[in-house]
C-alpha cells in the first residue's frame, strides 16, 4: 500500500528476503526489518558522500571536499551542483 500511495519502494523492496526467511522457519520481527531498511539506507548514504568526494577530488576541489565532511549543509548544495543523487 504505502508503494502503491507514495511511489516508495523501500517497505516492498525486502519483502522476497522477508518471504524467504519466513519459508525456512526464521522467525521475523518488526525491528529486523527496520533494521534491514536502515542498513540500506547507510550504504546508499556512503555511496552517495563516496561519490560526492570522488567528483570533487577529480576536479581539484579539495577545500570544498573538506567542508562537504563538515558541514550538511555544504554537502547537500554540492549534492545538488554536481547532480548526486
Same mark, same amino acid.
Given at each position: 500500500?504505502? =508503494?502503491?500511495?507514495?511511489?516508495?519502494?523501500?517497505?516492498?523492496?525486502?519483502?522476497?528476503?522477508?518471504?524467504?526467511?519466513?519459508?525456512?522457519?526464521?522467525?521475523?520481527?518488526?525491528?529486523?526489518?527496520?533494521?534491514?531498511?536502515?542498513?540500506?539506507? =547507510?550504504?546508499?548514504?556512503?555511496?552517495?558522500?563516496?561519490?560526492?568526494?570522488?567528483?570533487?577530488?577529480?576536479?581539484?576541489?579539495?577545500?570544498?571536499?573538506?567542508?562537504?565532511?563538515?558541514?550538511?549543509?555544504?554537502?547537500?548544495?554540492?549534492?545538488?551542483?554536481?547532480?548526486?543523487?
Amino acid at each position: 500500500m504505502m =508503494e502503491a500511495l507514495t511511489k516508495d519502494t523501500r517497505f516492498t523492496d525486502l519483502v522476497e528476503e522477508l518471504q524467504r526467511k519466513q519459508e525456512n522457519g526464521e522467525e521475523i520481527v518488526m525491528c529486523e526489518y527496520i533494521d534491514m531498511l536502515e542498513a540500506r539506507g =547507510e550504504i546508499k548514504g556512503e555511496n552517495r558522500l563516496a561519490a560526492l568526494l570522488s567528483k570533487l577530488y577529480s576536479l581539484g576541489r579539495y577545500e570544498d571536499a573538506k567542508l562537504a565532511l563538515d558541514d550538511r549543509q555544504v554537502r547537500l548544495r554540492l549534492y545538488e551542483e554536481l547532480c548526486i543523487v
